[in-house]
């Protein structure tokens, strides 16, 4: 049976245009909550198959979204390859061992060896493909390597990234070293992922916009290219999403490349923009405002102007980034069923 | 005596492009630090027009940077209008009682009241333009009516902008009337500086890129224009500095518009691109990436990259954003000095 999703990741006609929302497993959906209560904190949910399971099932059921995204966090990666990580409340992801120096890192596992301890993500992929209704695709995902080395790096979120920006400017090859070897588990990771039976991956770049324009290429945007790379010598059904985040101007400088199928465009890049320099090339993703999903006016009207702009062709619904857990369940509903109403054929 | 800095701004001729750093009096100067002790705290240090002078000289006599910028916070308006401004260790601003509604918007004083109550902001110029060499000159500046709302709505620094998105898109007439209050203060804010001694004002749109492009002109950049062309009336010789953060993309869609004088580059948008699209209406400011000043080599491999780039012509050096505060001193006076070096005439 053919899902309408991984078509339309490929460019071809469908009957309208599907959609998914990035963090559509999440805190704004009450049957979440009830699971994460279950199962204690964040990190015991990404490591039990069964419950990381019902959560990404949740939003095809609840939302009737086109694609169910794996439940589970970037940073399992960094976690597998022996570093220490831990939720703070309030403050996000902590590591209390951060990488500063070749000696840290040389400390971390690499290669098959850290893939392979990440068997509760393959246990859940496996689980979903059992239950996943067919008609619906499966998104496998993983961090960009930028994005891991700057947890790994500062050891938390951060605003100002000062310890990798002074390791970027004072020793690059340091931070290329800690790049090389993450990208080195991301390839195997990813390719676990589809062979347990993911039928699209994406590459998020939550951070790209940390890295200054000149320097994008060299620190991210090639490493990303080569784990693409990797799996479309060796997966080309499956499609390929890239989704760095906050680099409009970058777009318009010409500095997407690369063999994969979809581009993510986030909300603060105009869609005509990206339709303009990219849109010939690869298939776009996005890209709502997702606090327009604090109302459905806003919601109808963004909707509309997409479908306007995107005319049903080559184009993914999403919003820009990450649904908020405060949004009404029946916004998040209403987003879904305009998306489909605007672009049926 | 004419002033390099001023002339520059209107475009003219100048034997260097002059330079200042965002955040130029601030943290990473021991001598800053000093004077911060004897004030006890950040707020304190705004309040007493002796010291805040101090701190505003120092990197002019430090670092020999072109232009002094008045030690002040932009939150000082809201705190005179009314709201109770802190700052909380580790957490930043805080205003106890924020503005949801109507109600709590009429509880604000305004206008010409409001802008009467900054005297100390007024006397501290008066003690500047005393103090400081004839051939510099002083930037006043404000915080944009949307980035203050921010703070205002929000209570505190932010990262998902949400309490006023949710008022942004299913109550717009209450923002707006935030705004429009906010405005009419900063008006007359702005012309007391410009009376007390200014020579050139800058308006900081530090969290421009919260709002999406499609609605960026309605909630903020039409009230900073607004502001601009109520100063560019009454006192012509006064140059504006418009610094909105985040927005390349934004320009590359033609959005600038407006009667200023120079156009603040940060440091996601490439020069070149600035230049393409705005560098024949207005001088450019920027754009160095500030992380870069950990490196005496990449700091000076941007100077010389941002020279070519401008050929010395209707530019004014800075950073991208703020110095950070573990830069060393003598790295962001190597920055001074190489602004200077390449561009000499």
Redesign the interface.
């Known amino acids: 049976m053919s899902k309408i999703f991984v078509d339309a990741c490929f460019g071809k006609e469908t009957p309208y245009t599907p959609v998914w929302m990035m963090r559509q497993a999440g805190r704004y959906l009450p049957e979440y909550m009830a699971v994460r209560e279950k199962a204690g904190n964040f990190l015991n949910l990404c490591h039990n198959p069964e419950m990381a399971c019902e959560v990404t099932l949740q939003p095809v059921d609840i939302l009737g979204v086109d694609a169910a995204i794996l439940f589970s966090d970037i940073l399992v990666i960094p976690d597998e390859m022996g570093m220490d990580l831990s939720f703070v409340k309030g403050e996000g992801p902590v590591f209390s061992d951060p990488i500063r120096t070749q000696e840290d890192l040389e400390r971390l596992v690499g290669g098959e060896e850290a893939a392979n301890k990440l068997t509760y993500v393959y246990d859940t992929i496996k689980l979903i493909k059992e239950r996943l209704s067919e008609d619906k695709a499966l998104i496998g995902f993983t961090g960009a390597p930028w994005t891991l080395a700057t947890y790994m790096i500062e050891g938390q979120g951060t605003k100002?990234?000062?310890i990798c920006?002074?390791m970027?400017?004072?020793n690059p090859e340091l931070l290329h070293a800690i790049l090389r070897k993450v990208t080195d588990v991301v390839k195997l990771y990813m390719e676990k992922q589809i062979k347990s039976g993911v039928d699209v991956v994406q590459i998020f770049d939550s951070w790209a916009?940390a890295i200054?324009?000149?320097k994008y290429d060299e620190f991210s945007w090639k490493y990303m290219v080569e784990i693409a790379h990797y799996l479309k010598a060796k997966y080309p059904h499956i499609p390929i999403i890239m989704f760095p985040k906050?680099i409009?101007?970058?777009?318009?400088?010409g500095f997407v490349y690369g063999d994969f199928d979809v581009f993510g465009v986030d909300?603060?890049?105009?869609m005509?923009?990206a339709k303009e320099k990219l849109g010939e090339k690869y298939v776009l993703q996005g890209n709502m405002?997702p606090?327009?999903l604090?109302?459905k006016e806003?919601t109808t009207e963004c909707v509309e102007?997409l479908q306007e702009i995107m005319g049903g062709k080559r184009h993914i619904f999403n919003l820009?980034h990450g649904i908020?857990p405060?949004v009404p369940v029946e916004n998040a509903k209403h987003f879904i069923d305009e998306c489909h109403r605007v672009s049926k054929k």
């Open positions: 100002t990234y000062n920006k002074k970027m400017y004072s916009s200054e324009p000149s906050g409009a101007s970058f777009i318009e400088r909300w603060g890049t105009p005509a923009l405002e606090c327009r604090y109302s806003a102007a820009g908020l405060d």
